[in-house]
């Protein structure tokens, strides 16, 4: 009797879609086809996953889920038909569909699974030139992680690409932190435009006081706080975004009250800053810097001084900080993230008090849709401004972050603080919010 689920083929004749059905449950929500002509799964799916060469292969089995998924379709060894590459959010429901109905093969199908592959010789492949080293192969090279040499290098990695590629995703205000929307159909510049409104009014700065920008990108935060009088300095580890950030501010005659420069955040040689803002910035530092980097900024701060901080979070603290594989290699490299009760409690400890905190995951969602919707209509401009694995990574992993903010897999949460005053009665801020929502 011919055992439930095992295939009738011999290793010579195996498929693609042979090995598809031995390791799936029927039945599929996507259509897979592949380079030998096979194909298994519905053709009214709306989702075709094309496998285009036997390379794909070599990419899965030599790096076990996500990470080699990402690399064989980075380089193009696996397509998707029916979504768009700048904007492939569609297919994330049905990919996690099909990854709930993979199984175990018997060992018959397991075997000659492995001769079919053998085949075709299972190599180490071409890794996509925008991946960067893993973290023990940079520590072997003598870099360790969360020092300003390291933090410089992998800020690099992530935001030394083309400006050209970024401003055709983000959009005129270049900015690459969540927006803030009044109404879901709200534009990004407007949405992105409510959000530093907001920063600057939790900050509540009159003109003349100086503001420090941590993680200060390409500049929007420091030419809107300008415009109001602000005396700011910005610091990124970037030198495209200083440059760019630089070149907006002196066309906007703001010079002589703002400057981006490229400097570690522990560098920065003033005291006394009046306030303090940090957008997106603290999934760069490493959860064991935190104690580190928020007393830094206390240190920064004067008595009575006000910080915002603004990061992607974890849900809860059960979830590891350490981002996958491929966020990881692809994305920020020795990123880390944190439940909010977590930093919330770093903040306390540098000596800040918390006074209000605010969760910005959905608004984080739509501006994920935004940037998506961004780089499909410019897509054949990206891709020959960042190429094309640049390209093809940047919608996958935006439209995957999407998705996951919609599942509230990750948050992203504002926290406003105050370094306590030299005043005894301990009225170091308003009884009540000052700002407008």
Not at 163 to 179: D, E, I, K, Q
């Amino acid at each position: 009797m011919k055992r439930t689920g095992a295939s009738t083929c011999t290793p010579a004749d195996m498929t693609v879609a042979d090995m598809v059905r031995a390791v799936t449950t029927p039945p599929l929500p996507v259509r897979i086809t592949a380079y030998d002509g096979s194909a298994v799964g519905p053709r009214s799916s709306g989702l075709e996953l094309r496998v285009v060469s036997p390379q794909a292969f070599s990419y899965m089995a030599t790096a076990p889920g996500e990470l080699g998924l990402a690399r064989a379709y980075i380089m193009g060894k696996i397509a998707m038909r029916g979504v768009a590459p700048g904007n492939p959010y569609k297919a994330f429901d049905r990919l996690e569909q099909l990854r709930e109905r993979v199984r175990r093969p018997s060992v018959g199908d397991l075997g000659r699974i492995l001769i079919a592959l053998g085949r075709n010789g299972i190599r180490r492949p071409e890794i996509p030139d925008v991946e960067t080293p893993p973290a023990w192969r940079r520590a072997l090279s003598g870099m360790r992680t969360h020092t300003q040499e390291s933090d410089k290098d992998t800020v690099s990695s992530h935001y030394d690409r083309s400006n050209r590629f970024y401003s055709m995703v983000l959009g005129p205000l270049m900015t690459y932190t969540c927006a803030l929307f009044t109404d879901p159909e709200d534009s990004l510049e407007d949405a992105q435009a409510n959000k530093i409104r907001l920063v600057l009014d939790k900050l509540d700065l009159s003109a003349g006081q100086r503001l420090l920008d941590i993680g200060c990108g390409w500049g929007s935060v420091l030419v809107a706080a300008a415009r109001r009088g602000i005396r700011a300095v910005g610091v990124t580890l970037s030198e495209p975004q200083a440059r760019w950030a630089n070149d907006w501010i002196a066309r906007e005659g703001l010079s002589d009250l703002a400057e981006a420069r490229v400097m570690d955040y522990r560098q920065v040689p003033e005291r006394g800053f009046d306030a303090i803002c940090s957008l997106g910035m603290m999934e760069h530092v490493g959860v064991r810097h935190y104690d580190e980097y928020f007393s830094t900024m206390f240190s920064l701060l004067r008595p009575g001084g006000r910080l915002l901080n603004h990061q992607i979070t974890r849900r809860d603290s059960t979830q590891p900080n350490r981002a996958g594989a491929f966020i990881g290699r692809y994305v920020f490299p020795d990123g880390e993230l944190a439940a909010p009760g977590v930093v919330m409690t770093h903040l306390h400890d540098a000596g800040f008090e918390v006074v209000h905190e605010e969760n910005l995951r959905q608004h984080y969602a739509l501006t994920l849709e935004r940037w998506c919707r961004n780089l499909q209509e410019h897509w054949d401009a990206a891709v020959a401004s960042g190429g094309s694995q640049t390209s093809l990574l940047w919608g996958l992993y935006m439209a995957g972050a999407r998705w996951n903010f919609e599942r509230d897999t990750i948050q992203i949460h504002q926290l406003l603080a105050v370094r306590p005053g030299l005043e005894q009665d301990g009225h170091w801020y308003p009884l009540r919010p000052w700002w407008n929502a």
